[in-house]
């Protein structure tokens, strides 16, 4: 089945270490984005790739970085530069930008730093 | 840059009655998408409904329906006959028209909807 998965599920980080975060997509989407929730704040847009090897900052692009060496693939880097990384992190995917289509969205991963 | 607003941070509604959730939003374009996204307690995002800026026609899908005033920028979702499976929270989400690098959904702060059996 097509779908986009994030891993894991959650994930615990020590202050000061860098963590990865996956997502991978089979939908053979170009477009693939990074969201942050926190509680009463909705979703907010760490980064997000058009394409293969080319990504723009979101709104809230500090303390993170991401890479796009595959189409299919999109992982995001959490570092310890983010002062407050706790919070629950959503990938999605669309084709071509989320303007023609919808955006699907994998199962998220809740990231605690202890 | 583009914003959009959801006032109510909770509603609650009885089962089988109808409950509409407000949204807003603000712009300079005049070519744009309209979603609402559905988070159950999963927490895996379902989109419930889409709403071009272009057509005048509301959108509907099955029990849910918006009301769209483009002119008042109000993108309003009516949910009827309300089931139990319809708790959760609920996005308002925007996305310009202009695709390319600088094309993103941006999301509102959500809505929690319960509905009571």
């Known amino acids: 089945d097509g779908g986009i998965t994030q891993s894991p599920k959650y994930l615990f980080r020590k202050e000061g270490q860098n963590v990865t975060l996956s997502c991978e997509q089979n939908?053979?989407?170009?477009?693939m984005y990074w969201y942050r929730q926190d509680p009463g704040q909705g979703l907010r847009l760490i980064y997000y790739?058009?394409?293969?090897?080319?990504?723009q900052k979101g709104d809230i692009a500090e303390g993170y970085s991401v890479s796009r060496e595959k189409k299919e693939s999109f992982p995001l880097t959490v570092t310890s530069a983010q002062k407050n990384p706790t919070a629950f992190y959503l990938c999605?995917?669309?084709?071509?930008?989320?303007?023609?289509?919808?955006?699907?969205f994998g199962q998220g991963t809740r990231l605690t730093v202890v | 840059a583009q914003t959009v607003t959801q006032s109510q941070p909770e509603m609650s509604v009885q089962e089988a009655e109808t409950v509409t959730l407000s949204c807003t939003y603000d712009?300079?374009?005049?070519?744009?998408?309209l979603f609402w996204y559905k988070q159950p307690p999963s927490r895996q995002m379902i989109l419930v409904i889409r709403q071009e800026a272009y057509k005048q026609q509301n959108a509907t899908e099955n029990r849910f329906s918006v009301n769209f005033q483009k002119a008042a920028k109000s993108f309003s979702l009516k949910i009827s006959d309300s089931q139990l499976g319809d708790t959760a929270m609920y996005f308002c989400?925007?996305?310009?028209?202009?695709?390319?690098?600088?094309?993103?959904?941006?999301f509102g702060k959500g809505i929690t909807l319960s509905v009571r059996p």
């Open positions: 790739s058009q394409i293969v090897n080319d990504f």
């Open positions: 999605a995917s669309s084709i071509e930008g989320l303007a023609t289509t919808e955006a699907f």
């Open positions: 989400a925007f996305m310009s028209g202009i695709t390319g690098a600088n094309s993103k959904l941006t």
């Open positions: 939908l053979n989407h170009d477009a």
């Open positions: 712009t300079s374009e005049s070519n744009y998408y």
